[in-house]
Each structure stands twice: as C-alpha cells, then as structure tokens.
C-alpha cells in the first residue's frame, strides 16, 4: 500500500494501533449519514479493529488508506475496482473527523489518491456517488475535476430519509 504525503496529513496504511483514533474520529451521526447503511453508529473500537483487519487483508486490488492528521487516524478515503464495467474503472470514497471539515484535507486527499489511482492502477474511469444531501462533498469531486454524469432519483433510503444519489466521473 502507498504512503501518500499532503500538506497537512499522510494518507498511509491502516495500522493496529489506530484503533481508537479511528473510533474517536467516526462515531459520529453526521459522517454516518453521508456514508450509508455500511458505516456503523455508533461506531466502537471493535468496530475499527474489523475495519483495519478489512484492509490490511484486502485483496481485490483496493487501496484502503487513513487520513493520518497529527499521527490520528482521522478519516479514511479508499479506491475500489468495478470489474463488472471495467479492469480500469475504480469507485472512491472517502470521510474525515467532523473537527477537520472545511480545511480542504478531503479535497487534497482526493486528489492524492485519484492521481495515484491514474498513474499507479492505471485507471481509466474513478467514479464516485454522493447523496443530494452532502453539497460538501459534490464539492469536493468538482473541485478535482469529475463531472456530474447523472442523478439516480429516490435511490437512497438512510435512517428514515430518501434523496438522490449523484453520479460522479473523471476521465484520465
């Protein structure tokens, strides 16, 4: 896995030890909301051990990083293959600690990460879905160049609210 440096914030390899940073920084409503039905709330340490134990295993070819603020792990932000489309399509994601929004760590760390998907993975597709209610994060992707390609309308259905779900794509 790489090691990926930003202006303020390493993404790296999950480790043992982040266990509780990771849980500290994701048992929180208002990331669980932007992430869907498989982000826990709460979100316990067990919870961050199985996720570490998750990537540190993977092997599908994603690259499973943290946000490493000040030695924390403080948010995640990942690249997954879309075999079914193409050996060359790749989805991201990704979150932070709510007490580091607003600071561009995300916008940053997408671009990190979306340029080592292209030169590394050799990509030719990174994608991304955002739900209509997260503007910060559609954000975040126009900032590094994707394109809104389509809303998938009333496709997402999270602790009692339904919205649309924004298709986003960049091109090599």
């Known amino acids: 896995m790489p090691e990926l440096r930003g202006s303020t914030f390493t993404l790296r390899p999950y480790r043992a030890d982040d266990a509780e940073s990771l849980a500290r920084a994701a048992d929180n409503a208002n990331i669980r909301r932007n992430l869907g039905h498989g982000f826990p709330h709460p979100y316990t340490v067990d919870d961050a051990n199985a996720w570490i134990e998750h990537c540190r295993t993977v092997s599908d070819g994603s690259v499973l990083l943290t946000i490493d603020v000040d030695g924390a792990a403080s ?74 390609e389509g809303r998938l309308r009333g496709a997402v259905h999270l602790d009692g609210r339904t919205g649309d779900c924004l298709a986003y794509g960049r091109l090599r």
Do not use: C, M
């Open 75 to 148: 948010g995640g932000v990942g690249v997954y293959p879309v075999p079914k489309w193409s050996p060359y399509t790749f989805e991201i994601g990704y979150w932070l600690a709510e007490s580091l929004w607003g600071r561009g760590v995300v916008s940053e760390a997408v671009k990190l990460l979306t340029q080592y998907t292209f030169d590394e993975l050799q990509a030719i597709r990174v994608q991304a879905h955002v739900y209509d209610w997260n503007p910060a994060s559609a954000r975040v992707l126009e900032k590094n160049r994707f394109t809104l």
